[in-house]
């Protein structure tokens, strides 16, 4: 049976609105299989927010953390038309931004301005993913599609003492609907433009009849038809061919089985195994889309055409899986809890990375090259990733509750990289396009970590917490495979004063480093509470092995720190139907990790001296009325890099700058490159704000109703390079999304619509040479919508 079959009966079984309210916890282990509620903050009700950003289930008015939540149902409503959920995420809270220049397998997060714009199969970030409480790393896993989900959680800030490293700017944490002793399930399916398909559905109940077994089955399916034509007519080298509605559709295959057994009321044994089955189309670049002297979107501009001579139309495709298994055993006064995980990831990538041979929008046409200007691939041949955590935690109540314990991380993946470059000149690759010209890597990223956190009721409204990580990071990149690997003299490295690598083919960087965070919340009421915090979190070292495709050096980055304080105000009045958050936060990046492009368009890593960023958020989330749910949240930051020895090399072509560069720039041969002291961070909007709003009109005396729901996001000032730039850079970008409908009790039928206004955003650039190409956002997109749950 199939994954389509299999969800087509799952939706079949669930009669299909997700009615699960983000104001309740997620259903999960029993308190039993994990750390036990605390007290009266840790004890839900209808209108208490439960999170979990502290490893525990705690009212948030307790967590001296900015977290925000999103809604299970909210999620069917943003991704409706089956995009992507991980990209329709960007803007719907304060201060988190998500994007991708290379498709759905390589989601970009930044929360709070920081981030990391490299397009590397093996690049950091310093946000992290946990998904059921598994850490994925590598950046394919993170983007391992988000169904069935029971809730969703950012939390920001450094998380190191209970996250480790790689935590800097903060997580995104997904949690699953769990097994529960009781059937229950949910469903949402939807169709819309593009003949684009979406399902999302998930069931579970008791195996055995006192409920000591149960589980819970998920599965997911996406699909669209492709709809952008490719207009080249012209030679190739690769066998590229064009034609009508050959790029960017997609289909998606996912499911997930977890079972979970209690053998007694102390003893939980809960085992999840997930797969998942994707194929699809790298962005699109659009070449010439962006005009020289404005960051305006030509009038001309049309989403649906391209002109692209090779790569083969941009193939996609991966396939994922892996397994856990979570213990758990209360021994009265400690719980102890092990979770031991494992992933694997493999697949390739392929795009025209130079937005196509031709493209004339606006009346502007760029200068073109001949075949072969650029094109990459990028395979995965196969990533592993173990880890086990084994954490001990007292019970959840009492004036004093701790939790200590540990982490094993081993990652191990075989890498290959494929880049042809008309502009190769000057290097042992030749000056003409080869399909040879590739590189197959071996990457190796071991870290282990202890941690203990605990907090202390010094009054009864006063909570000192505190905790500490120490955590070792290794990475170990080896150059397996190059065609020209026995003429090479030393192909991959550079002086030792510039990189720490060792041998010829091989680098390695290791450090060690604590984490830690302090904290004090007053409750000033059962309703209100006021926090500080201080956080000091660390990004491990980092190799960029692409390189050698070039027959360059390694490049390299040292860890960063980031030290982050921060001061906030949640609330929670009139019984839960108005709640308001509110944080401030400052925070210094030492080591900054940086990422820019050399004149191969390759991605170059290095640390400038220091970064920092300072801003408010506030969340409002209001029921006034019995029917009426309004939310608004609305985030400011400024960001700077503080460096004044740090360049970022410009676009370039014949010794002519290709964009208006706005920082002081020095040339270098054909080479410009420019200072950026005092600029922002890429992909760190300075301001959005987001509103959603839905009202319910009852029908009569009956448990039917109408109902309409919208929700908008704007983003301001918004640079998608480390230099200043007229063109490469969005201000005001915004979209709007709706949907119309009937629902009766826990069943609605609706029609929706997504960027509602066929809104044309620049949402990100390639500024190699003369292309002067952007990736845009979806057109507008529009369907029928059926959903539906039981309990």
């Known amino acids: 049976m199939n994954s389509a079959t299999l969800i087509a009966l799952l939706l079949a079984g669930v009669a299909t609105p997700v009615v699960a309210q983000a104001q309740t916890a997620p259903d999960a282990v029993p308190a039993q299989a994990a750390v036990a509620p605390a007290s009266a903050d840790q004890v839900d009700d209808a209108n208490t927010v439960v999170v979990t950003a502290q490893r525990r289930s705690e009212n948030t008015l307790a967590v001296p953390v900015a977290v925000s939540v999103i809604r299970p149902e909210a999620l069917h409503d943003y991704d409706a038309a089956g995009g992507d959920t991980l990209l329709s995420l960007s803007g719907k809270v304060p201060s988190l931004y998500v994007e991708t220049s290379t498709g759905r397998i390589f989601p970009r997060f930044y929360i709070r301005g920081l981030g990391n714009i490299d397009f590397y199969l093996g690049a950091s970030q310093p946000v992290e993913v946990i998904q059921d409480d598994v850490v994925e790393e590598h950046v394919v896993l993170k983007s391992n599609p988000v169904f069935d989900v029971g809730g969703v959680e950012v939390l920001k800030g450094p998380q190191g003492s209970l996250f480790g490293r790689n935590t800097t700017a903060g997580i995104v944490k997904f949690d699953s609907a769990q097994p529960s002793e009781t059937w229950a399930g949910q469903g949402s399916i939807s169709y819309g433009r593009f003949n684009s398909v979406n399902a999302d559905a998930g069931v579970g109940g008791p195996l055995t009849s006192d409920g000591r077994v149960s589980f819970r089955l998920s599965g997911l399916y996406q699909r669209r038809d ?58 699109i670049f659009y070449r010439g889309s962006i005009r020289p002297g404005t960051n305006a979107v030509p009038a001309s501009f049309d989403r649906t055409v391209v002109a692209y001579d090779e790569a083969q139309n941009n193939p996609q495709a991966y396939r994922t ?84 314990g540990g982490i094993y991380f081993d990652q191990r993946d075989r890498t290959e990289f494929d880049q042809r470059s008309f502009f190769l000149t000057s290097n042992a690759l030749g000056t003409t396009p080869n399909p040879n010209n590739f590189v197959l890597l071996r990457n190796v990223n071991t870290s282990w970590a202890g941690f203990a956190q605990a ?122 139907r108005i709640q308001f958050n509110a944080a401030g936060f400052y925070y210094v990046v030492d080591n900054i990790q940086l990422n820019g492009n050399d004149a191969n368009g390759n991605g170059v890593l290095f640390n400038a001296r220091r970064g920092k960023g300072y801003g408010t958020e506030a969340e409002l989330q209001a029921r006034p009325v019995e029917n009426f749910r309004i939310g608004v949240g609305l985030s400011l930051l400024h960001t700077e890099i503080n460096d004044t020895g ?122 190699t040479s003369n292309y002067r190409a952007g990736i845009y956002n979806d057109p507008r997109v529009f369907g029928l919508m059926l959903s539906g749950s039981f309990r």
């Not at 002081?664 to 200072?675: D, E, L, S």
């Not at 109902?707 to 983003?715: I, L, S, W």
């Not at 301001?716 to 201000?731: C, I, M, Q």
């Not at 409908?741 to 619509?753: K, L, Q």
């Open 321 to 404: 899986h892996g397994a856990s298994l979570k213990a758990a055993y209360d021994f009265g006064g400690v719980t102890l809890t092990s979770i031991t995980a494992w992933e694997h990831a493999s697949g390739y990538s392929r795009g025209d990375t130079d937005g196509g041979a031709a493209a004339n929008f606006g009346g502007v046409a760029p200068n073109y090259c001949a075949v072969g200007c650029g094109q990459s691939q990028g395979r995965l041949r196969g990533l592993d990733q173990w880890t086990q955590e084994v954490r001990l935690a007292s019970p959840g109540t009492g004036p004093f509750t701790w939790q200590l």
């Open 646 to 767: 740090v360049y970022a090399q410009a676009g370039a072509a014949g010794g002519v700058l290709s964009e208006t560069v706005l920082n002081p720039t020095v040339r270098i041969g054909n080479n410009y490159f420019a200072q950026i002291n005092g600029n922002p961070f890429p992909n760190a909007p300075d301001y959005n704000v987001n509103v959603n709003a839905r009202y319910d009109l009852p029908l009569g005396d009956s448990n039917s109703r109408l109902f309409a729901a919208a929700d908008f996001n704007m983003q301001g000032k918004t640079n998608f390079v480390l230099y200043r730039s007229v063109e490469y850079s969005a201000d005001g970008n915004y979209e709007l999304g709706a949907k119309v409908g009937y629902a009766f009790g826990r069943y609605e039928a609706a029609v929706f619509a997504r960027n509602i206004t066929n809104t044309k955003n620049l949402v990100d650039v390639i500024d």
């Open 226 to 283: 492709n709809w952008i034509s490719n207009t080249y007519t012209g030679p190739t080298d690769d066998g590229t061919v064009g034609g009508r509605n050959v790029l960017n559709g997609f289909e998606e295959r996912d499911v997930r089985l977890q079972v979970l057994v209690r053998p007694s009321e102390a003893f939980s044994l809960r085992l999840s195994g997930h797969a998942r089955d994707y194929s699809g189309h790298a962005s």
């Open 455 to 576: 907090s202390y009721r010094l009054t009864d409204q006063l909570t000192l917490t505190g905790g500490v990580r120490v955590t070792r990071d290794t990475k170990n990149t080896s150059l397996l495979l190059h065609p020209n690997f026995a003429t090479l003299a030393v192909p991959v490295t550079a002086p030792a004063s510039s990189y720490a690598c060792g041998t010829a083919f091989v680098c390695r960087l290791s450090d060690t480093k604590p984490s830690f965070d302090a904290s004090l919340l007053y409750r000033l009421s059962p309703e209100a509470s006021v926090y500080a915090r201080v956080a000091r979190g660390f990004r491990g070292p980092t190799i960029q092995g692409r390189s050698a495709v070039f027959a360059t050096a390694y490049t390299t980055a040292d860890s960063e720190t980031n030290t982050s304080y921060e001061g906030g105000v949640k609330t929670s009045f009139w019984d839960g």
